[in-house]
T-cell receptor
Framework: EVQLVESGGGWIQPGGSLRLSCAAS????????MNWVRQAPGKGLEWVSV???????NSADSVKGRFTLSRDNSKNTVFLQMNNLRVEDTAVYYC???WGDGYNPLYFDSWGQGTLVTVSS | QSVLTQPPSVSAAPGQKVTISCSGS????????VSWYRQLPGTAPKLLIY???KRPSGIPDRFSGSKSGTSATLGITGLQTGDEADYYC???????????FGGGTKLTVL
């Protein structure tokens, strides 16, 4: 059974850093497009970042230069390092397994339960 | 405001059919396949449709998807009260090099 479990969320002041983790089971993260998608309170879904099977990454303009996606193949876990956090980064962050056309993620078939990140002074 | 445009809300009676539209442009829906997700309150999104009209295992055939040009549509037949949720469309955008989601549509089953 495919399962994704996020952790690492919490409260942080603006300008601070947090690292989110996404532990996967039932499949190998390094063979898939692993993504983070966030949802601000009462708002819609916003794609954040992807790490491709080859290890390269891509991110939304809103987080480029501040968020970094990586993975530990030995732990079958993906990480989202979030630096210089802003109030507008407050959201539930979901880890999601993506599938695509060999170039880009086109849809997400498995999602974690999400972890809440609150950026506030 | 989202690049992919969905109606904020739709409603229909139990047993009836409803459609939810998703309008985009040539750089997203016009070029790439569309997916649809359902999000029940307080839960993670769930994939309903991928590649415009394919259903993952376990999704009943009450749910259908279609695409024409730069627009896509999700159809739900035999509405149930349990279908009340937020529905999102999604696709890749070549110009932005990013995944896009629509703003979401809240379905109310009256």
């Amino acid at each position: 059974e495919v399962q994704l479990v996020e952790s690492g969320g919490g409260w942080i002041q603006p300008g601070g850093s947090l690292r989110l983790s996404c532990a996967a089971s039932g499949f190998i993260v390094s063979s898939n497009y692993m993504n983070w998608v966030r949802q601000a309170p009462g708002k819609g879904l916003e794609w954040v970042s992807v790490i491709y099977s080859g290890g390269t990454t891509n991110s939304a303009d809103s987080v480029k230069g501040r968020f970094t996606l990586s993975r530990d193949n030995s732990k079958n876990t993906v990480f989202l390092q979030m630096n210089n956090l802003r109030v507008e980064d407050t959201a539930v962050y979901y880890c999601a397994r993506g599938w695509g056309d060999g170039y880009n993620p086109l849809y997400f078939d498995s999602w974690g339960q999400g972890t809440l990140v609150t950026v506030s002074s | 405001q989202s690049v992919l445009t969905q109606p904020p809300s739709v409603s229909a009676a139990p047993g009836q059919k409803v459609t939810i539209s998703c309008s985009g442009s040539t750089s997203n829906i016009g070029t790439h396949p569309v997916s649809w997700y359902r999000q029940l309150p307080g839960t993670a999104p769930k994939l309903l449709i991928y590649d415009n009209n394919k259903r993952p295992s376990g999704i009943p055939d009450r749910f259908s998807g279609s695409k024409s040009g730069t627009s896509a549509t999700l159809g739900i037949t035999g509405l149930q009260t349990g279908d009340e949720a937020d529905y999102y469309c999604g696709t890749w955008d070549s110009s932005l090099s990013a995944v896009l989601f629509g703003g979401g549509t809240k379905l109310t089953v009256l």
